[in-house]
């Protein structure tokens, strides 16, 4: 933002971004906004004027906050509040507009692009590679490469997953169609979902149904911590490791009352376990 030497603010000056996001009213008067209701990646709310009236809200005596309202009276508006922002985001509008940012993102200036393109030799020239029946496999850096990796895994094994990709999309918010097995026609089959992650953490933004598997380059989620979807159903994730020679440390999100164990692979240790492939930086000497 452009601000002029010397320029202070007047007191009740605001910025533009101030303005947005979702904001509690009474009497039709906005008074507090609650942006985090509808934050999963951090900046949704800049999208929203959006406004929630209701009478029932108890404000603080200079009517600068609703947190003298009933904590149950707060939570019903705010399962309100996430149900239109469901019906939104779910909606045509929502997916033309996340295209057209992903568009405007995609613009860069020519000094940009050199740039970039000088910090991509940099990266390759420290990137760890390994090697596989005599092919280069490169160390994923994000969640592209993590499913690079795993389509190139495919060609060479395609068994090496207990999975069958049908479709990748990374607009849709699935990553990845599968279905279990590598027989039955597509017709007959059960379709799941896959989601990848480069490194993964506690903090999961989808909801575990239809998950078949997670792939991961590798976490920091412990034996025993606890993971929550989006739809605040819990999974603690299990460690089991090897058992003997050819086996491998298997990851799984487990829930007692569903039938559906979710395994996670992490390829730091999948591959190394089950295929023997050590990761390390490239030499000198190194042609890809």
Known sequence: MLRRPGYQAPAGAYTVQERYGIWLCKDYIPIQRKNEWITYKGSEYTKFHAFINCQDLRLTANRGSVDNTPSEIMKDIQEEVRSIFGEIVEGDDWRQLMWLEEEADAYK?????????????????????GTYKNRTLIQPERESGVFALVLQLLTIEPSIFPFQILDYDTHSGIDVVVKGDHTTPIQQSKLYYVEFKHFLTSRFNHSFENLYSIVCWDTDIKHGDILGDINKEERKMTIVPPSNQGDYTKYYLDNPRKAHKIEVFVLKDYLKHKLGIDFRPRTANDIV
């Not at 200036?109 to 393109?117: P, S, Y």
Request: aromatic share 10%; no cysteine.
């Open 109 to 129: 200036t020519a000094e940009k692009e050199r740039n970039d393109f000088s910090w991509r030799i940099k990266k390759i020239n420290k990137g760890n590679i």
